[in-house]
Structure formats: structure tokens, C-alpha cells
């Protein structure tokens, strides 16, 4: 993705809130808002923002199980599912 077709001044924003919001939704890509010239702030849609949090939280996931790992705090398949299949609890 190129962010230099998402620069905005933060006058832009201000005058064209609204449109701002819409391309925002349709096209559910970043735009970068600069004030005095210098990048300032990113916005984005709800939509891409609860996908990027989800995303990190998977890759946080995935980290700390690669830690465990490297920590040999790890067990055998065999033994995780024996133990589950003990506290699975009864169909009724």
C-alpha cells in the first residue's frame, strides 16, 4: 500500500469530515493526516481497526508460544489430550 495517496493536511479533514469518513469506510485503507507538513496522525475505518487489533493479538499469541518453546515448556500431544478428554464433560 502506498500511504502517499492517503496524505491529507488536517485542513482537509476539518473542511470534508464527512467524505473523509466515507473513504475511509469504502475503501478501508489508512489515511495519514499532517499538520504544518509533518505527519501527525493516522486514521482509519472501525472495521480495519478492530481486524489490526485481532491480528496483534494472534501474533501475541504466537510470541509467547514460541517463548514457551525456546523455554522447553512444552509437552507431549499425547499427554495434552489425555488430559483434556479427562475433564471433557458428559453429553447429556
Same mark, same amino acid.
Given at each position: 500500500m502506498r500511504y502517499s495517496t492517503q496524505i491529507r493536511p =488536517?485542513?482537509?479533514l476539518? +473542511? %470534508? +469530515? +464527512? /467524505? *473523509?469518513?466515507q473513504e475511509l469506510t469504502? @475503501?478501508? $485503507?489508512?489515511?495519514?493526516i499532517t @499538520? %504544518?507538513?509533518?505527519?501527525? +496522525? *493516522? =486514521?482509519q475505518d472501525v472495521a480495519t481497526y /478492530?481486524?489490526? @487489533?485481532?491480528t496483534l493479538a494472534l501474533l501475541k499469541i504466537l510470541a509467547l508460544g514460541n517463548q514457551q518453546i525456546s @523455554?522447553? $515448556? *512444552? $509437552?507431549?500431544?499425547a499427554e495434552v489430550a489425555r488430559r483434556l478428554r479427562g475433564k471433557a464433560l458428559p453429553e447429556d
Open positions: =488536517i485542513s482537509y476539518k +473542511a %470534508n +469530515a +464527512a /467524505e *473523509v469518513l469504502d @475503501q478501508r $485503507r489508512p489515511m495519514v @499538520q %504544518n507538513g509533518e505527519a501527525k +496522525a *493516522v =486514521i /478492530e481486524q489490526t @487489533q485481532e @523455554q522447553g $515448556r *512444552v $509437552r507431549p500431544l
